[in-house]
């Protein structure tokens, strides 16, 4: 079945740095790829997505690219801010339906002041 | 307010009691879904179901049930828990579409002894 891995495991970075999380997938056909930030001790939330059809989106500081042919698909936080600290979970949606959600397995995101 | 609703947010029980966990949803969502998040492993896709009387199994449903008599619930049984079912469980829904983003519940951390 679909796979997704995502890397690092962790990072720290500096405040007002960037940090890049990167998920690679298998199932070439795949077609929306969302991210979620789980901060401590609460539910996972969408903070950002894309859809097969895009290469790239931002919003405001937080930006998603995609590239299909290599088969992976990142994460980019510019100005980090200790807010920014929490886990972030790649996933996406299996294309032969719309039914299975993988995710990938969390980048424990640090802040340094 | 549109949300998910998970019960009870804690449990403790014993090795061999059945337990429930709620899930209620409000956002007329026909896709609804059960993760266990456990340290390193991300969320986990216990079961799914793509609207009322139709559940599937994910990747981890051993030793789980769940059914889907109306839409908006999706309660998760363990009808004989083990300490290996000790984990963080989340409750999410969404609209059965292949771009559609999961909304999740508070989670409902389970202890089994």
């Known amino acids: 079945g679909e796979n997704v891995e995502q890397h690092p495991s962790t990072l720290s970075v500096q405040e007002g740095d960037s940090a890049v999380i990167k998920c690679t997938y298998s199932d070439s056909a795949s077609n929306y790829f969302p991210w979620y930030k789980q901060e401590l001790g609460k539910r996972p939330q969408l903070i950002i997505d894309?859809?097969?059809?895009?290469g790239e989106k931002k919003d405001q500081r937080i930006a998603v690219t995609l590239n299909k042919t290599a088969k992976h698909f990142s994460l980019h936080i510019t100005e980090t801010q200790p807010e920014d600290s929490a886990v972030y979970f790649c996933?996406?949606?299996?294309?032969?339906?719309?039914?299975?959600?993988?995710f990938g397995s969390g980048t424990r995101l640090s802040i340094r002041p | 307010e549109a949300q998910v609703t998970q019960n009870p947010r804690y449990l403790i029980t014993v090795t061999g009691k059945k337990l429930t966990v709620t899930c209620s949803q409000n956002m007329n969502h026909e896709y609804m879904s059960w993760y266990r998040q456990d340290p390193g492993l991300g969320l986990r896709q216990i079961y799914y179901s793509m609207n009322v009387e139709v559940t599937d199994k994910g990747d981890v449903p051993e030793g789980y049930k769940v059914s889907r008599k109306e839409k908006r619930n999706f309660p998760l049984i363990l009808e004989s828990p083990s300490p290996n079912q000790t984990s963080l469980y989340f409750c999410?829904?969404?609209?059965?579409?292949?771009?559609?983003?999961?909304?999740f519940g508070n989670g409902t951390r389970l202890t089994v002894t």
């Open positions: 999410a829904s969404s609209l059965y579409r292949v771009d559609s983003p999961l909304h």
């Open positions: 996933a996406l949606r299996e294309s032969s339906s719309a039914s299975k959600i993988i």
């Open positions: 894309i859809r097969s059809n895009v």
